[in-house]
């Protein structure tokens, strides 16, 4: 990486956590994400979710005609599988076959689509045993559902009760806890004793790192920045930066860009996901910046990710430039309109 107090350029990073839907919206979606990101992780949660090969490589089917109509050739979509009570050892074979690069573990009613989800990790050992046998990705949406746990507890209480139990159960699997947003997660990855053959690793969003959890509440509900895992207090917000400008490879980018129409955010119980795939990079390096570790961008957002998964880091460079952006009110989506992060605003870092 090398930089200058108004430009950084680093290799292109990918993003190893998001949401493009399905149907029309993901037209727009792609637009977005490709314009930053070389490959992205794509999220499963679809209705029907994506549970076997079949399946993904459909979904596969339906993002590379959207690419192809947009006219992009340089984007490369990393499709995962859905967990279920029901995986089989079996589709874990053929995921592996078909290079599928992981399985999503949604509790199920933990977040949006995901009622179809695990109800019980240990109905799911058979398919984590040859994931782990296999160097399959486990994707850990780390919340307990219970409604006796306060939301603002659900991850933490998530890794005393399920995660580190599966650990010891599996414990060369390869599991990435997503999206994390509490000191306690910063704190398990960071100092999770790691076998020969096993690591764990944590993506991080830029709406974590940036914001804390007034920032639902600041003059009025704020929808636009509600997402699941929720926002969290500032204690949290800055072991999570902490963490994500460490150099540390455990940690590293996934926005979790998930897109909602307005009118579904704006709504009387309105859809948890913020949409910052439109300006994902200005935002992670605005949050570098605050605290002076840009030099800690380029392996956060371009080398660690590919690390962990096993395939080849990226070749292409990027620049951005600190030159404000304006981020528009509105953006398309589909027949209907989506309001994206800091909407109205401007982040300090364009992509040039």
């Known amino acids: 990486m090398t930089n200058s107090p108004t430009h950084i350029q680093l290799i292109q990073p990918d993003d190893w956590h998001l949401h493009i839907r399905d149907g029309e919206v993901v037209k727009d979606v792609l637009a977005d994400t490709a314009r930053q990101f070389a490959r992205a992780i ?20 339906r993002i590379d005609a959207n690419l192809k109509a947009l006219g992009i050739t340089n984007f490369l979509p990393l499709m995962i599988l859905y967990l279920t009570d029901n995986t089989s050892a079996e ?3 053929k995921a592996k076959a078909e290079g599928i690069a992981g399985f999503k573990l949604y509790p199920a009613g933990a977040t949006t689509n995901s009622d179809a989800g ?11 045993e040859a994931m782990q046998v ?10 307990v559902t219970s409604a006796d746990i306060d939301i603002f507890d659900r991850e933490a ?3 005393d009760t399920v995660l580190e139990p599966l650990r010891k159960d599996f414990p060369e699997l390869k599991i990435v806890f997503e999206h994390i947003t509490t000191k306690q997660a910063a704190h398990y990855v960071r100092d999770a004793a790691i076998s020969k053959k096993n690591s764990i690793a944590a993506t991080i969003t830029p709406q974590h ?14 929808p636009h920045n509600y997402c699941l895992p929720v926002l969290k207090r500032e204690e949290h917000r800055i072991a999570l930066l902490e963490a994500a400008t460490s150099g540390n490879a455990r940690f590293f980018l996934g926005t979790d860009s998930a897109p909602h129409a307005k009118g579904a955010k704006e709504a009387a119980c309105g859809c948890a996901g913020c949409y910052s795939a439109f ?19 380029e392996g956060f957002a371009s080398f660690f990710g590919p690390d962990f998964y096993g395939l080849p880091r990226n070749s292409k460079k990027i620049t951005l430039a600190k030159q ?3 981020i528009p009110v509105e953006l398309p989506l589909g027949d209907a309109t989506i309001v994206p992060l800091r909407a109205g605003e401007t982040v300090a870092w364009s992509l040039v």
Request: aromatic content about 8%; overall charge positive.
């Open 42 to 61: 794509i999220m499963p949660n679809l209705k029907p979710p994506v549970t076997t090969v079949a399946l993904a490589k459909a979904y596969q089917s």
């Open 91 to 93: 589709e874990v074979r």
């Open 118 to 128: 695990v109800s019980d990790i240990k109905h799911c050992y058979q398919a984590l």
């Open 134 to 143: 296999l160097g399959i990705p486990l994707l850990v949406h780390g919340e």
């Open 157 to 159: 209480v998530f890794i």
């Open 209 to 222: 790192l940036l914001m804390n959890r007034n920032a639902i509440f600041a003059g009025g509900i704020r």
């Open 279 to 297: 300006n994902a990079l200005g935002l992670y390096a605005e949050a570098f910046e605050s605290v002076g570790k840009l030099d800690k961008l």
């Open 324 to 326: 404000a952006q304006a």
